[in-house]
Every structure is written in structure tokens, then in C-alpha cells.
């Protein structure tokens, strides 16, 4: 399976932006989707996650109500809205593939994302 983000880009405090994951190749042998990041000088880690067969989504405890995951099953893509940007959100953005609950198989280049005060 092949990943490719968009949507990155510089944005201010308060304002909104839309990632979108590309998936192509062998789609139908996808079990989750999921967007990580990784600021500068920090570890990667989890935003959040959908179910490749329906809308179970989970998130990290940080981000509730702020994040959003959703999938367009007509371009198999997978979103992330992210609403009322900080500028701690500012990080390359990834998303990834599995094809198990325990494995992320395949991985995207990653997007910027940059967030001004």
C-alpha cells in the first residue's frame, strides 16, 4: 500500500487546516489508518486512528474535540480536520497503514505543518 499526504502548510493560531491520506495499491488487505506527528526535537506520536471498514475512530487524549478523522471511501483517502490550531500543533504530519491491530505496515512521506502565533 502506497500513502501520500497533502494538505500541510503555514497557518496561524485559531485557525483550521485539512491533511488528506492518499491509499492506493492493496487497499482491501487494510485494517486502520492512522496520522501521527513529530515536532521538532520530539518523538513521534499518535494523533489518532479509523477503521478502513467503517468510522471506529480513536483519538490521543490531547486532541479530543479538537481533531477529527473521517474517510472518503470514493478517493480512499483518510482526513484529518484539525480545528483551532496551536502553535505546539506544529510538526511533519504522517499517516500510516495497517494491516493488523498490532502493525503499522506502510507509512507516507509526512506534510508540514507550521502554526504561528
Known amino acids: 500500500v502506497q500513502l501520500v499526504e497533502s494538505g500541510g502548510g503555514l497557518v496561524q493560531a485559531g485557525d483550521s487546516l485539512r491533511l488528506s491520506c492518499a491509499a492506493s495499491?492493496?487497499?482491501?488487505?487494510?485494517?486502520?489508518v492512522g496520522w501521527f506527528r513529530q515536532a521538532p526535537g520530539k518523538e513521534r506520536e499518535f494523533v489518532g486512528r479509523i477503521l478502513w471498514s467503517g468510522d471506529n475512530t480513536v483519538y490521543a487524549d490531547s486532541l479530543k474535540g479538537r481533531f477529527t478523522i473521517f474517510r472518503d471511501g470514493v478517493k480512499n483517502t483518510v482526513n484529518l480536520q484539525m480545528n483551532s490550531l496551536k502553535p505546539e500543533d506544529t510538526a511533519v504530519y504522517y499517516c500510516?497503514?495497517?494491516?493488523?491491530?498490532?502493525?503499522?505496515?506502510?507509512w507516507g512521506q509526512g506534510t508540514q505543518v507550521t502554526v504561528s502565533s
Open positions: 500510516a497503514a495497517g494491516q493488523s491491530k498490532n502493525s503499522w505496515n506502510s
Open positions: 495499491g492493496r487497499t482491501f488487505s487494510l485494517y486502520r
